[in-house]
C-alpha cells in the first residue's frame, strides 16, 4: 500500500472517532463526565486527524506521482485539495488547541499570549491567508468563504486573548464552546474533501456542498451564544403589588 493510501486509511479511522465523538459534548451536560469523556474522544480524533490531513495535502502538492489524474483542473485541485487541505488542518488543530486551553487556562488567559499558543494561532492566520490568495487568483469562492470564517475565528480569539480589562470568568466557557464547533466546522469541511471525490466525484467541487458544515457550524454557534446571553442576563422583576 502506498504512503498515500495509508495516510488516508488512518485519516478516516481518527476522523470518524472525532466526528462522531463531537455530537456527544454538544448534547450532554455541560462540565458532567460523560460531556468531558466525548470532548477529549472528539479532540483526540480529531488532533490525529488534522495532523493527517496536513501531510496529505503536502503530498497532494509535493507528492512524486499525480493525484487523481481523472480531475483536469490541476490549478482547483491543488487550491481544494493542498491549499485548502492544508490550511484546515492546521485550523482544526489550532481550534482544539485553543478551546482546551482556555479551560486550562480559565484563572490567567495572560498565559495564553505564550509563544506555544501564539505560533499556532498565527499558523492558522498566515495558511489562511494563503488560501483566500490563491482561491481568488484560481476563482473559486469557497477558499475564500472558509479563510475568512477561520481568519475572522482566530482574531475573535485574539480579543479575548489581549483583551487589557478581565472578562467576566464564565466567559471562558463561551470562547471553549466556540472554538469546539470551530473544530468541528473545519474537520468536516476537511473531512469531505478524501471521502468525497470517492463517493461522487462530479461533485467534488460543488461549493454548496463544501459549505454546508460552515452553515450548520456557524448556526450552531449562533443559537447556543443566544441561549447563553439569555441565561447571563439579569433578570428583571417586575414592581410587586401594593397590599391591598
Not at 116 to 124: E, L, N, T
Request: aromatic share 12%; hydrophobic share 50%; charged share 15%.
Amino acid at each position: 500500500m502506498a504512503l498515500f493510501e495509508i495516510l488516508v486509511v488512518l485519516h478516516v479511522v481518527t476522523g470518524a472517532v472525532g466526528l462522531t465523538a463531537f455530537w456527544g459534548p454538544i448534547v450532554t451536560r455541560k462540565g458532567a463526565a460523560n460531556h468531558r469523556r466525548w470532548g477529549r474522544a472528539a479532540c483526540y480524533g480529531f488532533l490525529g486527524a488534522g495532523t493527517l490531513a496536513i501531510a496529505m495535502a503536502l503530498l497532494s502538492l509535493y507528492g512524486p506521482e499525480q493525484r487523481h489524474p481523472e480531475v483536469i483542473d490541476r490549478a482547483l485541485f491543488d487550491g481544494l485539495f493542498g491549499w485548502m487541505m492544508l490550511y484546515l488542518g492546521i485550523l482544526t488543530i489550532g481550534f482544539v488547541d485553543y478551546g482546551l486551553a482556555v479551560v486550562r487556562h480559565s484563572r490567567d488567559r495572560r498565559k495564553l499570549r505564550s509563544l506555544r499558543y501564539q505560533a499556532v494561532i498565527a499558523a492558522a492566520v498566515v495558511s489562511g491567508a494563503w488560501c483566500g490568495i490563491y482561491g481568488f487568483m484560481v476563482g473559486h469562492p469557497l477558499m475564500m468563504l472558509v479563510a475568512f470564517i477561520g481568519i475572522a475565528a482566530m482574531l475573535i480569539q485574539q480579543r479575548y486573548i489581549w483583551r487589557k480589562v478581565d472578562p467576566l470568568r464564565a466567559t471562558y466557557i463561551g470562547e471553549h464552546f466556540r472554538a469546539l464547533i470551530g473544530m468541528g466546522i473545519s474537520a468536516y469541511t476537511a473531512f469531505l474533501s478524501v471521502g468525497l471525490i470517492r463517493m461522487v466525484p462530479e461533485q467534488v467541487f460543488n461549493p454548496a456542498i463544501w459549505a454546508g458544515p460552515s452553515v450548520i457550524g456557524v448556526s450552531l454557534i449562533l443559537i447556543f451564544t443566544i441561549k447563553a446571553k439569555k441565561l447571563a442576563a439579569p433578570k428583571v422583576s417586575g414592581p410587586r403589588p401594593h397590599p391591598q
